[in-house]
C-alpha cells in the first residue's frame, strides 16, 4: 500500500513570505501529526489531527498552523517566514493516533528559508 | 524543557559488535516508548516499542530495555551490522492530551567495517 506522501520535497522561501506543506496519509489512517526537525533538536511536535480536528498542539507560535480535510489529507501553513525555521517538516499518519508504533512518517518536505 | 534526552550525539561501534544508545526521560507520565532510526532524506522509520509495564522487549536483533525507575531506557543492538548507520531516535508517548510522541535529539550511529 501506498505510504505517507509529502509534497513538495524541497522548497526555497524567502523570509516573510509563507507557505503551505501537504501530506497525504496512508489510505485509512485518519490521525495525522506534524514534526520539525532541526539538527540538533531532534523533532519538535507541531500539531496532530484526527477526524479533521486539531487534538493536540505542540508549543509553537501561531504563524504555525495546519488543517485536515475530510479525505484524512492535512496541510500546514507558515506565515511570516523566518530563518530560524528552515528544517525537514515531518508527516506522520496512524490509524487513531494512539501510541507511536502506528506511526508511519513520510519522506518530509525540506524548507530552506533565505 | 527537554523531556526526552539522548545524551551521545554520536556512538561509533565495529562491525559485529554491540551497540548500546541509551536515552532518559524526566516525565513519569510516558507509558510507551520507542525507537526510530532515520535515514538521511528519509522519514524516521519505526523500530522497535515497549510499553511501560514491561522491562524488556526483543526483536530479532534489537532489542530494548527499560528501568522505569531510573526513567532509563536503552536500545541494544546485537551483532552490529554497518547497514545499521543511521541516526537513532528515542521517543516517548503518554495518553490522553500527552498522547503525541517526544523526541529525543537523537544519535548518530556508524557501523565500522
Known amino acids: 500500500k501506498a505510504g505517507v506522501t509529502q509534497t513538495p520535497r524541497y522548497l526555497i522561501k524567502t523570509r516573510g513570505q509563507q507557505v503551505t506543506l501537504s501530506c497525504s496519509p496512508i489510505?485509512?489512517?485518519?490521525?495525522v501529526s506534524w514534526y520539525q526537525q532541526t539538527p540538533g533538536q531532534g523533532l519538535q511536535f507541531l500539531f496532530e489531527y484526527f477526524s479533521e480536528t486539531q487534538r493536540n498542539k505542540g508549543n509553537f507560535p501561531g504563524r504555525f498552523s495546519g488543517r485536515q480535510f475530510s479525505n484524512s489529507r492535512s496541510e500546514m501553513n507558515v506565515s511570516t517566514l523566518e530563518l530560524g525555521d528552515s528544517a525537514l517538516y515531518l508527516c506522520?499518519?496512524?490509524?487513531?493516533?494512539?501510541f507511536g508504533y502506528g506511526y508511519t512518517f513520510g519522506s518530509g518536505t525540506r524548507l530552506t528559508v533565505v | 524543557d527537554q523531556q526526552v534526552k539522548q545524551n551521545s550525539p554520536s556512538l561509533s561501534v565495529q562491525e559485529g559488535r554491540i551497540s548500546i544508545l541509551n536515552c532518559d526521560y524526566t516525565n513519569s507520565m510516558f507509558d510507551y516508548f520507542l525507537w526510530y532510526k532515520k535515514y538521511p532524506a528519509e522519514g524516521p522509520t519505526f523500530l522497535i516499542s515497549?510499553?511501560?509495564?514491561?522491562d524488556k522487549n526483543e526483536d530479532g536483533r534489537f532489542t530494548v530495555f527499560l528501568n522505569k525507575s531510573a526513567k532509563h531506557l536503552s536500545l541494544h543492538i546485537v551483532p552490529s551490522q554497518p547497514g545499521d548507520s543511521a541516526v537513532y531516535f528515542c521517543a516517548a508517548s503518554g495518553s490522553g492530551s500527552a498522547r503525541q510522541l517526544t523526541f529525543g535529539s537523537g544519535t548518530q550511529l556508524t557501523v565500522l567495517p
Open positions: 506522520a499518519s496512524s490509524l487513531e493516533g494512539n
Open positions: 489510505s485509512g489512517h485518519r490521525s
Open positions: 515497549i510499553s511501560s509495564i514491561k
